[in-house]
């Protein structure tokens, strides 16, 4: 009997669920990026659908797209991607977005509120990343790939990806961006996307007019609480990067403290490549003063050196690393500086680490944190270690001589 | 009871067999005047021996009638008068000589058939280790046996199986380390079939099996004696079957399917290696045609995005639901593997060529599968045949999963492995837990001899679930 029951319900459990959602993969419009664009105070949607023809044996040699482009337009999000499904014959299916661009417009509307389908709906994927279109619309940076990438979605996400060689880009995805967003005394930052026609040097080799154009992610776009209110320049976003402990590769351009000071040219560089990086953020209070503290660690290995160094000799690598640091702090000083005076947002965590740190004072200033923020001094401490010297130890140059 | 005139016998004999052509009656008169008479199957006994060792000598030296054992030179004769016993041992080839005026008759064991040679069975081949093979003769196989465990300890009992058949069977074990309580029962087992006919070993592994309908065969077989030899020495036991070279080992457990004898051939390192590339391919086989239509169907976020791309590609144009299309796949690829092993070998050629076609490329140009279907199925199938013990289990359960997986995808998969594993864990052969070491769980057996092979110096006890007093295997020559 007992068996029979068992056997019942297990039955049960098979055929009544059915394959109501299954769905055959020729079925689904496969989006690799969206666009969320504001216009005549509705909400444009832009899709870049993989046409999966593409890759198929029979495609071979033939011009076939990889992408198609689809847009529409509604009140809200759901209903412009409803408005898609009268033009397109497949429907959307946004599991595998990689990149999420807004159009400046609609971020300096504020991004949070107009998004909530986005977290709502189960296929959206939270490790998406956030792009602004930076002083355009979302749709006017899609579609171009000046890359080897068949699909422009994949030369988007390999650009921000390339944080790891350069940190000049931010690299934000919809958990971290909404984390910061949700955190009391903080504000969230977002990568960028640029459209930048294509410069002299760049165009060896340029052979369609499509070409003309390239994306760049230099930069990273501020916001205040939900809305944007302006960008960073490269260096500032490295600095930003660099406190925001989100550095995991690339390189630091400094002086060269060369041997003899009569040889030094202002133009003399080395580069370090950085091979590990820890920040740790702080905060004080001294004399009711709030003092806001970046600690650094550094380790790099030496990537370059023009100028008279020769960094087989302990005492040289010392300056070097002296050197290093301080163009790092002389950054790092700046680029809060700006933050504070321009923007007047607290986008680094320092107000988290107050919270953290004195929870009853928290309380006292919460309200007022952005202006005791863009008021507060700010002090750097960076401990670079040059812990490789590359192949060679003395400038070429040098050796040559010798 | 046999009468005193020869003329009788033979009717007697010949009204028991109804008249069968195969069946030799011959009387003869020796030279001093005794009227005999011999009876054989025709076929079924040496015809030199007929002729020059008993027919000759009879003829020409048998004077006394009791005096038959003098002139007759063999080990084997013996005196019966019961009529039905003859009847019956003449089936098993023996010679029946009747002597006029004598209520007895003499049963001399002369049989020779034709028997194949030892070969190395097509099923079981090793690269290193013994190639030879059992055969179909009941005899041939307890002798390769004996050959290997040349101990007293190694005992035979013999049965007759089937009204019909009269089917000679044996079973082995070594007294003293076999598990008395499997032996009993096997004994008992064997003792209550009542069948017209037993055909191969097959047939009594059906009628003594615990769970006829479960999944997995409880009873394991073999057709190389080194094999048997290894499995009754850890308590197990054999039961010999005349007529086919499979002999059933009893009680079987699970992981003896992903074990084979060339595992202890060879150094355990590779061994552990082979060990754990088998487990992969037992759920590899089973769940990845499932997998592929869940993840296809039902999960396509969990599919990374150039795969994805790639799938959806070679999907385009595709007419069927991916469940039908891995349904025609794996129709064709049983019905290559079927016709591939009945064919003549003549045209087995022709087979794998047409095989070829319809399992590869051209499936996929004409549009009817993608190609990664084909992958797919071909991987599961590959994976299936390096575990030949439970291939045929492996595609049924292939099958439910598929089907669970097109109905409700990982969440349908998940329920087809809980019951299977309930299933499979629940058996029981003889008496013995199936899952062993697994559940119940036995680190030792775990450890040593499931997922990995240790090296043989370290496995100093039997498996435990196989034995109830005699443990230790060895007393290992380093110590740690």
Known sequence: ?402 | MVSKDIKVNKEKILTCFHYTSDLTTYEFESNYGIKMLICYIEGFIDRKILNDDILKPLVLGLKDREKIRQLIFSPKIEEEILFENIVDELSHGKLAIFVDGEEKAYLVEISSWEKRSIEQPGAEAVVRGPKEGFIEDIAVNKVLLRRIIRSNNLVFENYKLGQQSKKAVSIAYVKGVVNEDVLEEVRRRLSKINIDAILESGNIEELIEDKPMGLFSTISNAEKPDVVAAKILEGRVAIFTDGTPHVLIVPKLFIEGLQTSEDYYIRPHYASVLRFLRTLSLFISIFLPGIFIALQLYHQEMIPTTLLISAAGAREGVPLPAVLEVFIMIIALELTKESGLRLPKSIGMTVSIVGALILGQAAVQAGIVSGLTVIVVSIAAIAEFTIPDLANALVIARIVIIVLAGFAGIYGITIGFIIMAVHTLSLESFGVAYGWPIAPRDWEGLRKDTFTRAPIWKMVFRPKVLQNYNYRRQVPPRKK
């Open chain 1, 1 to 402: 009997m007992k068996r029979k029951i068992l056997t019942t319900i297990l039955a049960t459990i098979i055929f009544l669920t059915g394959c109501w959602d299954a769905r055959e993969l020729n079925e689904l419009g496969i989006s690799l990026v969206i666009g969320f664009d504001i216009e005549d105070d509705k909400v444009l949607i832009t899709a870049e659908i993989i046409n999966p023809v593409y890759s198929s044996e029979e495609a071979k040699g033939d011009q076939i797209q990889s992408v198609e482009y689809v847009q529409g337009i509604g009140n809200t999000i759901l209903e412009a991607s409803r408005d898609i499904t009268l033009k397109f014959d497949r429907r959307l299916f946004i599991s595998h977005n990689k990149v999420v661009i807004f159009g400046e417009e609609f971020a300096k509307r504020g991004l949070v509120k107009n998004i909530d389908q986005l977290l709502r709906e189960r296929e959206h994927r939270e490790t998406a990343k956030v792009l602004i279109a930076k002083g355009a619309k979302a749709y006017e940076v899609m579609g171009i790939s000046s890359g080897v990438e068949q699909i422009p979605a994949n030369y988007i996400a390999e650009i921000v990806n390339n944080i790891k060689y350069n940190p000049k880009t931010g690299d934000v995805n919809f958990i971290q961006f909404l984390k910061h967003y949700y955190h009391e005394g903080r504000h969230p930052v977002a990568g960028v996307v640029e459209k930048k026609s294509k410069d002299e040097i760049n165009k060896v080799g340029n052979d369609g007019s499509d070409k003309d154009y390239e994306l760049t992610t230099l930069g990273m776009a501020v916001f205040k609480g939900d809305k944007l209110v302006g960008y960073l320049n490269g260096n500032d976003t490295k600095s930003v990067n660099f406190i925001l402990n989100k550095i995991r590769g690339g390189i630091i351009t400094f002086p060269t403290p060369s041997e003899n000071q009569e040889a030094e040219n202002l133009r003399d560089f080395s580069s370090t490549v950085i091979i590990e990086n820890k920040t740790k953020r702080d905060v004080e209070i001294i004399d009711n003063k709030v003092i806001l503290k970046a600690k650094i660690n550094l380790k790099t290995s030496m990537g370059e050196i023009i100028g008279d160094v020769d960094v087989s000799n302990t005492e040289n690598i010392k300056k070097m690393e002296e050197a290093c640091s301080k163009a790092i702090e002389e950054g790092i000083t700046l680029a809060v500086k700006r933050v504070q005076e321009e923007f007047k947002v607290d986008i680094f965590g320092f107000g988290v680490e107050f919270h953290k740190k004195y929870p009853d004072k928290w309380k006292e200033i919460r309200d007022d944190w952005d202006q005791i923020f863009s008021e507060a001094e700010f002090q750097i401490n960076v401990n670079t270690k040059i812990i490789r010297t590359g192949l060679i130890n003395t400038p070429l140059f040098k050796i040559k001589v010798k």
